[in-house]
């Protein structure tokens, strides 16, 4: 598969802090996904975008699919200790492969 | 209850052993997948299944079978476990827009 590079690798930061991560491809997706996993758990979909440009929401989340389609990036506003976890990126182009980022680790600290 | 149900959640097993992992779903999707995922390398595909008549390699299907018994079911096997299989192994259901669901994940460990 495409390889993602996602990015910071790994985070550490306080309580009530905003966060944004983001992940970067050689080539082009049309849906772009952000999933979290806690741990012992499997991955659960935070946001899915669909086209270009999207800018689209989820509480305290907010993902954008990048307009060149090569990128997209997640923010988290006002964290909280329960924002703790692996964030994955994945992008999809027509047919049936994800292709995942290798995640960024999230730490917050009350 | 869950969408996508992964059995057993942890195994312990020895080398050279046969090893079933099962998946069952409830969300009417054609689409199964078995990843693996290990520290630092992220999830990667073993095999997938369009439905019940198709079956596919993933990038890494080498020491795996799997069976898709029904629309709701599919398996993993490894015929003969060897320690470098030792991974968290997830099954993931893929809808009409694209987004996978994944199962709990099945902790297997062997030694």
């Known amino acids: 598969g495409q390889q993602l590079n996602q990015s910071p690798q790994s985070m550490f930061i306080q309580e009530g802090e905003d966060v944004s991560m983001n992940c970067t491809s050689s080539?082009?997706?049309?849906?772009w996904l952000w999933y979290k996993q806690d741990p012992g758990e499997g991955p659960v979909l935070l946001i899915a975008?669909?086209?270009?440009?999207e800018l689209t929401s989820n509480g305290r989340l907010t993902a954008q699919f990048g307009i060149t389609r090569k990128d997209s990036f997640l923010n988290i506003s006002a964290s909280i200790p329960s924002d703790v976890g692996i964030y994955f990126c994945?992008?999809?182009?027509?047919?049936?492969?994800?292709?995942f980022g290798k995640g960024t680790s999230l730490l917050v600290t009350p | 209850d869950a969408d996508v149900t992964q059995t057993p959640r942890n195994r312990i097993t020895k080398t050279g052993k046969r090893i079933m992992l099962e998946c069952s779903q409830t969300k009417g999707h054609d689409r199964m997948y078995w990843y693996r995922q290990d520290p630092g390398l992220g999830l990667r595909l073993i095999y997938y299944?369009?439905?019940?008549?198709?079956?596919n390699k993933g990038e890494i299907s080498d020491g795996y079978s799997v069976s898709r018994q029904a629309q709701a079911k599919f398996s993993l096997s490894l015929e003969s476990a060897i320690p470098n299989q030792t991974a968290l192994y997830f099954c993931a259901t893929q809808g009409d827009l694209g987004a996978q669901h994944f199962g709990d994940g099945t902790r297997l460990s062997i030694l």
């Open positions: 994945a992008g999809l182009n027509s047919g049936y492969a994800l292709n």
């Open positions: 975008l669909y086209k270009a440009g």
């Open positions: 299944s369009f439905d019940v008549k198709d079956i």
């Open positions: 080539s082009i997706f049309n849906t």
